[in-house]
């Protein structure tokens, strides 16, 4: 027996601890969370722990595994005392242990209020998370559907303005071609519908686009069998080649 106490006296025992525990206790500062018991096994401890590791990590600017598996064992119990979990870890996180201690037990409260065992910040982040990703989906949603829009307008802008260009084009070219053509009207032709007069005139039959299409490109197996010009056309080549040769002329005036 010396000073005082048997050899194997535990700490709870030993009075010199018990008297350093009490002047810890009052000489530090608490935030008031540290009032109030924690009940692990209402929390979700699965959840706190990552927390604990980066947290420490940050604050210490390193990390130290023995230190986190520390703090998880003075979390195991049924009833933890957060004033006294601040007296065992200020040796080892110094000036950071009270900022720590409020923020660990300010989530340990929050969880063991909860039924889900989880702190209500956390459920509000991952709300807020989650809210911002759809957010985010929704507004590259709008983008592809505005960009389709746009295509979509483009493209029939860009058929009706085609459309219009085809129209020109064969207004032009119907209106070059219709004055060769009758100029190259036979003779006998010529002069009964000189001597019909107005009447003649009404009974003359322009050739259709197609056949003036076809005469412009020289596509002659294309033209209409039924039609009056083929026979003309087929019956006076000559003719057809004196047009073809003057092609770059009718250009000119499509």
């Known amino acids: 027996m010396s000073g005082g106490f048997f050899r194997g006296t535990s700490a709870d025992q030993d009075t010199r601890f018990s008297n350093k525990q009490a002047k810890l206790l009052k000489s530090q500062k608490f935030a008031p969370e540290l009032e109030h018991l924690v009940d692990t096994r209402k929390v979700k401890m699965d959840v706190i722990r990552p927390w604990i590791a980066t947290r420490v ?3 210490l600017g390193f990390e130290d595994e023995v230190l986190i598996n520390f703090i998880y064992g003075l979390l195991d119990g ?34 063991q209020k909860n039924e889900s065992g989880v702190p209500q910040q956390f459920l509000d982040a991952k709300e807020e998370e ?5 957010a985010e989906v929704d507004r590259i949603a709008n983008e ?9 307008e483009s493209r029939e802008l860009e058929r009706e303005r085609w459309k219009k260009m085809d129209i020109e084009v064969e207004k032009k070219g119907n209106n070059a071609m219709e004055p060769a053509l009758k100029h190259m ?15 003649g005139r009404k009974s003359y039959s322009t050739p259709s686009a197609a056949i003036l299409s076809c005469l412009y490109t020289k596509q002659i197996t294309e033209l209409p069998i039924c039609s009056l010009w083929t026979f003309k056309v ?3 080549m000559h003719l057809g080649n004196l047009l073809f040769s003057k092609r770059e002329q009718f250009s000119g005036w499509a």
């Open 144 to 152: 592809i559907q505005k960009k389709k829009e746009i295509e979509k």
């Open 57 to 59: 990590t940050e604050l």
């Open 185 to 199: 009207l036979p003779e006998d032709e010529k002069e009964t519908d000189m001597r019909n007069g107005a009447r």
């Open 78 to 111: 049924k009833e933890v005392n957060g004033k006294e979990v601040q007296i065992s870890l200020t040796g080892f996180m110094e000036k950071n242990t009270g900022k720590f201690m409020k923020e660990l037990w300010t989530l340990l409260l929050s969880a």
């Open 234 to 236: 087929l019956d006076i």
């Open 130 to 134: 989650t809210r911002k990703k759809q």
